[in-house]
């Protein structure tokens, strides 16, 4: 009973990769379950182990090209700088949510973490203070140490050859004069001494030469890293930025925090009010009561105030996850209507084919420019405008910051991602089984029977193939569209740090790329399993 | 009066040149409660009669009537069951009988319409697949349940599209005795197609052979004499089935020769040239 169990975990787990299109860890699952072990190692040998070995082969590869090719930039960066530039990233936006959770913090709570926070600022500074030390020791050590080490040889080199030089040259003015005199005697013939001085400039060149490369030796010698130097270095910078940051957090835990301004403010309002009491004069009174209402109104504003985070990556993910799903759904909503109307009647396609061929291949940069006029046209003043303050007042999506630059990039996304799931829609309706129009003609059903029941249903998994190709063509175009026409999103993150130039820039732009290509990756899995959720003859669909 | 008619209807496909004629001058009287099967080989339209007498064709001269009445559109008082199952395949195939009683039977009440659909689902012997989808049944599962379907429209003219080709022997035999039980218990009209002489001799009142396309007609009928019920074990020691055995058969192929006869290709003259390569050699070519 037990092992039927078991068995009946494998394959529900077994189901739900073949779903998800996981079949590569098939092999795996069925090594737990010590299914015929050998086909399984040997499955996953070939289908798991060379993969992972061939992605290893092109890291490295990676690895070793990068630093090789120089570029305005900096050199491409490395797998590992990538790695710190998302490490880097992180670590920001977690500092931003901490931030703006200690400017909202109130009471005891605001006391307990700034007691914590201040605990952690006695021992950061302290390590802070070693590091700094460890860090003057290893200059030290770099300039008395490692340096002259390391320079002594071609120290001695370039002064050695420098005495040398001098003595040639000391010799040649000796023997240029008294070629000169030989000259004026006419001992040596005009064109001889010419022929001396063209030698004598030779060798004063190849001199130059050789200096300039013991001295270029040299010059590379001090250039070079010192390792332990670096690693000190880098230490101290983290742990200095840490100081900052919880030096910050001190500061929105106290002076800067939101309930401590608005006490302070209420402290004042009640001297206000005091003070109007103890008013007598008409103008006395009038100025005084102005001022208990310009309080009030103040500390409404600071009660109702967040703290105005910076932009992080994080936040750009998700607001250009929202932005695609908008367009996409704007796409779905017109096409597949309209894609059902064409499939049905051949005059609405005749209609609509024109459009479709003349408009799918236009640029999406093109639909991004007509957008941006068309939205900037409708919304004048977006500030106050009632769509946007609706949006503003949703609870998750109102903190997005909804602007006509995510109503333009999303008509955008929707414009091109309609096209895919049109004809998609409009081929499945067509090429829907003459056996099953049969079916309903012999039920004699109604035009909105026929619609649910036979010809939807029939056409869903082409329905469905078509919206995955949408989302997918929806997730390039945005990322191109927020990038030029600077809309909050990822494609922004990247024209940002391309525009920055800062040594992170280079490794942010590389890892913004795999942030893309992995949401791309699973919006597309997503797509998948809902395609193979509704098709009913259980084929698989291309990954 | 008879229950379903043909009278000189043809049906044609295409048109100018390419106009086939595939079905000529049909005659065909069926009268109520009659079992009638239509023999013939394939390709020569068999499945196009059905669909004419389902009302999912038209004829182009000619017509077709139903009780008297012109047919027009297809309807399931002429209950069709198709040749390739055409079953829905994303519903299970309770939910493709559901669809049909719906339609047919909107007044019946949760529980009877529940009832009917697990009636006919047990009487092709389907009650423990009823939750499964089209693609996963057996060809033989798929055509019982499709006959499910037709029945639990309760027709008045069932109209069977070669009904039991894609099952093995054994099934074919239980459905064979499952349609002539039902057709006994609530006399009905059947028109079945056929490939199969033993399956016709077996069940039918009267087989009416379709001679081979185009222009395919249906020819004289033999009457099947045999009371019913049949007994498969014993019917093949009646003397009148024997004897129709070897008519319906002899018929057939007689038929079969005409055709070929018929179609014997008429010799083509052949242009008197040998291939170039053959009187040059390959130096002397020039392209």
Redesign the interface.
Known sequence: MSEKRSDQIKYSILKFLDVTGFTVLDPVIRLIFREETDKQCKAIGKFLVVPILFLFFCLTMWWKIAPQHKTKSGEVPTPDKVWNSAKINHTFDYRETTKSEDFIARSESRKEILKQVQAQIVSIRSEAEQAKNQVLLMEEKFKNDFLPSKLEVPNTNLSNYLTEVNILSNRRKEELNVLKAEVMNGKTTKKEFVHFLEEQDKLVDQEKKILKELRSVISEIRSQKFKPLEKARSVYNNLANELQFLKKREEFLTKSNRSVRVQEANDKLQLSIEDLELATTEKDIYLRAKKVIRQKESIARLEGQQYASAVTVYKQIKRSIFTVLCGFLMAAIIAIPLGIMCGLNKVVMACLTPFISVFKPVSPVVWLLIFQIIVGAFFPDPETHPFFLFFSSIPYIGSLNINPALVFSACTVAICAVWPALVNTALGVSSI?K??I??A?????GFK?RLF??II??S?PYVFAGLRISLGVGWMVLIAAEALSSSDGLGKFVWDEYQNGSSYSFANIIYACFVVGIIGFCLDRIMIVLQRI?S???GTTSV | MSFLSLENASVSFGAGNSKIKILSDLNLEVKENEFVAIIGFSGSGKSTLMSLL?G?ILPNSGSIKMKGKTVK????E???M?Q?Y?L????SVYQNIE??VH??FPHFSKIEKENHILHYLEMVNLLPAKGK?P??LSGGMKQRASLARTLA?KPEILLLDEPLSALDALTRANIQDEIMRIWQEDKRTVVMITNDVDEALLMADRIIPLTIGPEATLNDPFIVDIDHPRDRTTINANRNYKKLKVNVTNFLINMNLEAKKLNLNPHIPMPELTPDHLNHSRSNRTF
């Open positions: 089984d056996d099953h049969n079916v003609r012999v039920l004699r059903l029977d029941k036979i249903p029939s869903l509704v009913f003859d259980g | 389902a999912l559109e297809p309807g399931p002429r209950g069709m198709f390739n055409s829905l395949p994303w519903l669809l049909a339609q047919v989808k693609h996963e429209m």
